[in-house]
């Protein structure tokens, strides 16, 4: 619940706002195992499913995506074993948006996309309100979606960015999406 005063407190926007959880860091020897506490602390922001993408300067991208809770998840050296690198995100999921029956796998993120200048993983907390227009749009141009989730629009974005490094196409994704409008006082 917003407290009073703050910029959420709004007369009609009385209830509790949770939405997934996200975590990263960088510079960490063994990133992902940090990742997976403070996904184990954002635990009540998402009970239905976690996700951590790592990088490894050598050995590149890497990702586990798995169903339920971390702790069922992210403890296992096998699984910690495949999450080599210091730069890792993590996302534990709340379906708000995507499928609203039984959870699937296709929809947990951190989503990750591999582009002509690299690659990007992109965890989201909340909802895009344009999805649907820029999802149709982009699979009109071409685009193939792996997910129902609107995150995943923000990697497509970037794909079809013009721009030369990562912050430009991401700067260029986020321009085009659009969020909840919230009351600010």
């Known amino acids: 619940m917003p407290l009073p005063g703050t910029p959420f407190d709004t007369a009609d926007d009385d209830h509790l706002r949770e939405e997934c959880g996200v975590f990263g860091i960088i510079g960490a020897a063994d990133a992902a195992s940090f990742v997976a506490l403070g996904l184990h602390a954002l635990q009540h922001r998402g009970q239905e499913a976690a996700g951590i993408v790592t990088y490894d300067p050598r050995s590149g991208f890497h990702q586990a995506r798995r169903m339920g809770y971390?702790?069922?998840?992210?403890?296992?050296?096998?699984?910690?074993?495949?999450?080599?690198?210091?730069?890792?995100?993590?996302?534990?999921r709340y379906s708000t948006s995507g499928d609203k029956g039984p959870a699937v796998i296709r929809n947990v993120q951190p989503f990750f996309g591999e582009f002509a200048i690299g690659g990007a993983a992109?965890?989201?907390?909340?909802?895009?309100?344009?999805?649907?227009?820029?999802?149709?749009?982009?699979?009109?141009?071409?685009s193939i979606f792996q997910s129902s989730s609107d995150t995943e629009v923000i990697i497509h974005l970037m794909a079809r960015s013009m721009g030369r490094t990562m912050v430009?196409?991401?700067e260029d994704a986020l321009r085009k999406v659009r969020g909840p409008s919230r009351s600010w006082r």
């Open 70 to 92: 971390v702790r069922d998840n992210f403890t296992s050296r096998e699984v910690m074993d495949l999450l080599p690198g210091s730069i890792g995100i993590g996302h534990v």
């Open 122 to 142: 992109i965890a989201h907390n909340g909802n895009l309100t344009n999805a649907l227009a820029l999802r149709r749009e982009l699979i009109e141009r071409g």
């Open 168 to 170: 430009d196409r991401m």
